[in-house]
């Protein structure tokens, strides 16, 4: 059974910076491209952030260029995303996500469509106060 379980969300000041880690189990960590997306109070789910497999490859929604990093642990079957200078419009429910890349893609494929996504975790709150 594959689990994805998100942890790190809470509450913070704008400016302040959180590190969400979504830890992955019941799959084969290397085989899938990883994302981070969220959802605001009476918004649409929306893309964050995306790693290739390989882990050189990243992709990020303009509104977080700059002050967001995913990465990846292989050893801990783990994805981070490190929000640093956080604005109150980032506050959301931020989903991790794995994606099984299609089976004649590079190491370096990844994806920011949600619905190329197979696996969601549960979601952890992040809340940014003005």
């Known amino acids: 059974q594959v689990r994805l379980v998100e942890s790190g969300g809470g509450l913070v000041q704008a400016g302040g910076s959180l590190r969400l880690s979504c830890a992955a189990s019941?799959?084969?960590?290397?085989?899938?491209?990883m994302g981070w997306f969220r959802q605001a109070p009476g918004k649409e789910r929306e893309f964050v952030a995306t790693i290739s497999r390989s882990g050189g490859s990243t992709d990020y929604a303009d509104s977080v260029k700059g002050r967001f990093t995913i990465s990846r642990d292989g050893a801990k079957n783990t994805v981070y995303l490190q929000m640093n200078s956080l604005k109150p419009e980032d506050t959301a429910v931020y989903y991790c996500?794995?994606?099984?890349?299609?089976?004649?893609?590079?190491?370096?494929?990844?994806?920011?469509?949600?619905?190329?996504?197979?696996?969601w975790g549960q979601g952890t709150q992040v809340t940014v106060s003005s």
């Open positions: 019941g799959l084969t960590f290397s085989f899938y491209t």
């Open positions: 996500a794995a994606d099984k890349p299609p089976w004649n893609s590079s190491s370096a494929y990844y994806t920011n469509e949600e619905n190329e996504y197979d696996y």
